[in-house]
């Protein structure tokens, strides 16, 4: 079907911007809200101060078609709670079945809008355009993130209100549609907070086994109450993708009090969040949990609320929680902060230094690793430190060792048949427990293997879904997620996140890496790469265009706000802590190992050294 463009540069519909003072957003009745002048086009590329909402304008008396749409448009990009302003664009049946909740589809410059030769003409009541972009994302019902790519084009038809003779919209889009500029403007991505199905609970984690928290990650809108959003969000459960290997301590049907539309902390910094019957009977220590998932959650949120009190429907308290209290429920990312950064100095032996330290001299570990006895390649650190693994220098043998002065090494718990370096034993990874993880890339049987508690024959893991060869394994402090460079047929790597699910039910345990999905979508080409918080990893590569960069990316293949590293060339490892607060390290083919504390600089730390890890 024949379609032409809109001529000329597209014509937006004006916003009303309400201005904050006095620590509100005011609508009127403030001396510093102007009372005169003309109303100003808002362009939606443009960002909007964290102060300031920008509200949409309705539609004006015999709008034509085209400027019906841009209103549409327009109003999906504001920060109206309910989309109350965008439905006035649309017949009364279609505001009825539209459903905005449903999905947010992000497109790269805003939707393009064309209109159809044959269903576009004002004259015949009957009017049609196309919505055209480039894909980036898509957010759905549950507010999770998923990276798109792939042409855009949505139709959105048109007709005469019979009541009232104007246009409006009676097919519009699915969901949201908007351009990259403004959804990052209108939407901010938050950690939700849930336990690991294999892990305690109940009257275990009140005994003092912390239960391990894991980050689920979703994007609420900025400005439309973010903090009631949240709670909502993680009392109605972790998303899809998550679900089959975590748990929440909220009950079922578990819901805010009827009645209550807005949660805010205290002037104590305290949030009281009224729960409806579902909760009431929950004991102590489930209930320790439920505010410590809620905790955790609106602290990715903001830092500010540092208690969490829960009510029941009678308005009694059924529990309140602090920080402190709430650590020793949970642990969010690694259990303890790394006491060393581990790496390999220039006789390839295993050396740490503190790892919150501002020196550059290092120690070899205790036992045989640190012993130069075996050298190295790459090597990994238990969480608790106390024991490490070592790949041999020419990549073809694992060893496993205790970091106790005088222990043995012993023989290699598993050897590779690949005849190159290349094709044979990545560096090896630990889990939250004890578990050790590496893959195989002999091209004649390429594999992904994990041994239980580091000894014994090796568990081949299963991997449907991966597209090409592992060159690097990572596993997340949680336990059941697992980060991977996946060599593809055509030389170029990426970065993939799975899901870790165990089968149990029998002799020896299935393991499995499920729903492998791109964290970082925008790179050509992925050489390095760690985790670097909850739900964050940090990544060196390659953009279109073989352009060097390292960036942070979360595991829904979204970028995080804030600051990247440092430029740094010839990246070949990198090194970061779930513990945000140590530095981000480097091993660099032109620096050797190198560092970056907060708002420092690269620091050297050692030019002959290779392969930093912190525990994990």
Same mark, same amino acid.
């Given at each position: 079907?024949?379609?032409?463009?809109?001529?000329?540069?597209?014509?937006?519909?004006?916003?009303?911007?309400?201005?904050?003072? &006095?620590?509100?957003?005011?609508?009127?009745? &403030?001396?510093?809200?102007?009372?005169?002048?003309?109303?100003?086009?808002?362009?939606?590329?443009?960002?909007?101060?964290?102060?300031?909402?920008?509200?949409?304008?309705?539609?004006? +008396?015999?709008?034509?078609?085209?400027?019906?749409?841009?209103? =549409?448009?327009?109003?999906?990009?504001?920060?109206?709670?309910?989309?109350?302003?965008?439905?006035?664009?649309?017949? *009364?049946?279609?505001?009825?079945?539209?459903?905005?909740?449903?999905? $947010?589809?992000?497109?790269?410059?805003?939707?393009?809008?064309?209109?159809?030769?044959?269903?576009?003409?004002?004259?015949?009541?009957?009017?049609?355009?196309?919505?055209?972009?480039?894909?980036?994302?898509?957010?759905?019902?549950?507010?999770?993130?998923?990276?798109?790519?792939?042409?855009? *084009?949505?139709?959105?038809?048109?007709?005469?209100?019979?009541?009232?003779?104007?246009?409006?919209?009676?097919?519009?889009?699915?969901?949201?549609?908007?351009?990259?500029?403004? =959804?990052?403007?209108?939407?901010?991505?938050?950690?939700?907070?849930? =336990?690991?199905?294999?892990?305690?609970?109940?009257?275990?984690?009140?005994?003092?086994?912390?239960?391990?928290?894991?980050?689920?990650?979703? =994007?609420?809108?900025?400005?439309?109450?973010?903090?009631?959003?949240? !709670?909502?969000?993680?009392? $109605?459960?972790?998303?899809?993708?998550?679900?089959? !290997?975590?748990?929440?301590?909220?009950?079922?049907?578990?819901?805010?009090?009827?009645?209550? $539309?807005?949660?805010?902390?205290?002037?104590?910094?305290?949030?009281? !969040?009224?729960?409806?019957?579902?909760?009431?009977?929950?004991?102590?220590?489930? &209930?320790?949990?439920?505010?410590?998932?809620?905790?955790?959650?609106?602290?990715?949120?903001?830092?500010?609320?540092?208690?969490?009190?829960?009510?029941?429907?009678?308005?009694?308290?059924? &529990?309140?929680?602090?920080?402190?209290?709430?650590?020793?429920?949970?642990?969010?990312?690694?259990?303890?902060?790394?006491?060393?950064?581990?790496?390999?100095?220039?006789?390839?032996?295993?050396?740490?230094?503190?790892?919150?330290?501002?020196?550059?001299?290092?120690?070899?570990?205790?036992?045989?690793?640190? +012993?130069?006895?075996?050298?190295?390649?790459?090597?990994?650190?238990?969480?608790?430190?106390?024991?490490?693994?070592?790949?041999?220098?020419?990549?073809?043998?694992?060893?496993?060792?205790?970091?106790?002065?005088?222990?043995?090494?012993?023989?290699?718990?598993?050897?590779?048949?690949?005849?190159?370096?290349?094709?044979?034993?990545?560096?090896?990874?630990?889990?939250?427990?004890?578990?050790?993880?590496?893959?195989?890339?002999?091209?004649?049987?390429?594999?992904?293997?994990?041994?239980?508690?580091?000894?014994?024959?090796?568990?081949?893991?299963?991997?449907?879904?991966?597209?090409?060869?592992?060159?690097?394994?990572?596993?997340?402090?949680?336990?059941?997620?697992?980060?991977?460079?996946?060599?593809? +047929?055509?030389?170029?790597?990426?970065?993939?996140?799975?899901?870790?699910?165990?089968?149990?039910?029998?002799?020896?345990?299935?393991?499995?890496?499920?729903?492998?999905?791109?964290?970082?979508?925008?790179?050509?080409?992925?050489?390095?790469?760690?985790?670097?918080?909850?739900?964050?990893?940090?990544?060196?590569?390659?953009?279109?265009?073989?352009?060097?960069?390292?960036?942070?990316?979360?595991?829904?293949?979204?970028?995080?706000?804030?600051?990247?590293?440092?430029?740094?060339?010839?990246?070949?490892?990198?090194?970061?802590?779930?513990?945000?607060?140590?530095?981000?390290?480097?091993?660099?083919?032109?620096?050797?190992?190198?560092?970056?504390?907060?708002?420092?600089?690269?620091?050297?730390?050692?030019?002959?050294?290779?392969?930093? !890890?912190?525990?994990?």
């Amino acid at each position: 079907m024949g379609a032409e463009r809109e001529g000329g540069a597209r014509r937006r519909p004006m916003r009303a911007v309400a201005y904050a003072a &006095c620590g509100t957003v005011l609508l009127a009745g &403030c001396a510093s809200m102007p009372d005169s002048g003309d109303l100003r086009n808002v362009e939606s590329t443009q960002r909007q101060d964290a102060e300031v909402r920008v509200f949409a304008m309705p539609p004006r +008396e015999d709008a034509p078609p085209a400027e019906i749409v841009q209103g =549409f448009l327009e109003a999906l990009t504001s920060d109206d709670p309910t989309y109350a302003t965008a439905r006035q664009y649309l017949t *009364a049946v279609a505001s009825r079945q539209w459903d905005p909740e449903e999905s $947010t589809t992000v497109l790269a410059n805003g939707p393009d809008i064309r209109t159809e030769r044959s269903t576009g003409r004002e004259d015949a009541g009957d009017y049609a355009v196309t919505l055209t972009g480039s894909k980036v994302a898509r957010v759905d019902r549950q507010q999770s993130y998923a990276p798109l790519d792939g042409h855009y *084009a949505q139709a959105v038809h048109l007709t005469r209100d019979k009541k009232t003779d104007q246009w409006r919209i009676d097919a519009p889009p699915q969901g949201v549609v908007m351009g990259q500029s403004d =959804f990052q403007r209108n939407y901010m991505s938050v950690n939700k907070y849930y =336990f690991a199905s294999n892990t305690a609970s109940g009257a275990e984690a009140a005994a003092g086994t912390p239960v391990a928290a894991v980050a689920d990650p979703v =994007f609420v809108r900025r400005r439309v109450d973010a903090m009631t959003q949240t !709670v909502r969000s993680v009392l $109605t459960g972790p998303t899809h993708w998550l679900r089959p !290997v975590v748990r929440s301590s909220f009950p079922s049907g578990t819901a805010l009090r009827k009645g209550v $539309t807005a949660l805010s902390p205290d002037d104590q910094n305290r949030l009281t !969040v009224p729960l409806n019957v579902t909760a009431a009977r929950v004991g102590d220590a489930r &209930c320790s949990e439920m505010a410590t998932q809620l905790l955790f959650t609106l602290q990715s949120l903001t830092p500010t609320v540092d208690a969490v009190t829960l009510q029941g429907a009678d308005g009694q308290t059924l &529990c309140a929680l602090g920080e402190d209290q709430a650590r020793a429920v949970a642990a969010r990312g690694a259990e303890k902060r790394p006491e060393y950064l581990y790496f390999l100095d220039e006789k390839r032996r295993l050396v740490r230094m503190p790892g919150a330290g501002s020196g550059t001299g290092a120690e070899p570990v205790p036992g045989a690793l640190g +012993e130069g006895v075996q050298k190295l390649s790459s090597a990994a650190v238990s969480w608790d430190e106390r024991t490490a693994a070592g790949v041999g220098f020419d990549s073809r043998s694992l060893f496993v060792g205790s970091l106790v002065s005088g222990g043995p090494l012993g023989d290699p718990v598993l050897r590779s048949q690949g005849k190159t370096e290349d094709d044979r034993l990545t560096a090896p990874s630990w889990d939250a427990r004890g578990d050790l993880w590496i893959a195989d890339r002999d091209p004649a049987r390429p594999r992904l293997l994990v041994l239980e508690q580091g000894a014994g024959s090796p568990l081949e893991v299963k991997a449907p879904g991966l597209d090409g060869r592992i060159d690097a394994v990572r596993v997340a402090a949680d336990g059941v997620r697992i980060a991977l460079v996946v060599q593809h +047929e055509d030389g170029n790597s990426s970065l993939v996140v799975g899901r870790i699910e165990r089968d149990e039910s029998g002799g020896r345990p299935v393991v499995s890496v499920l729903e492998l999905r791109p964290a970082a979508p925008e790179l050509e080409d992925v050489t390095a790469m760690s985790w670097a918080g909850d739900s964050r990893l940090v990544v060196a590569g390659q953009e279109q265009g073989g352009v060097q960069t390292m960036r942070y990316v979360q595991v829904d293949g979204s970028t995080p706000e804030g600051p990247t590293p440092a430029a740094l060339t010839g990246v070949q490892k990198l090194a970061a802590s779930e513990d945000e607060r140590l530095p981000l390290v480097a091993y660099s083919s032109a620096d050797g190992i190198v560092r970056l504390p907060a708002g420092a600089q690269w620091q050297k730390v050692l030019k002959e050294g290779a392969a930093p !890890v912190y525990p994990g």
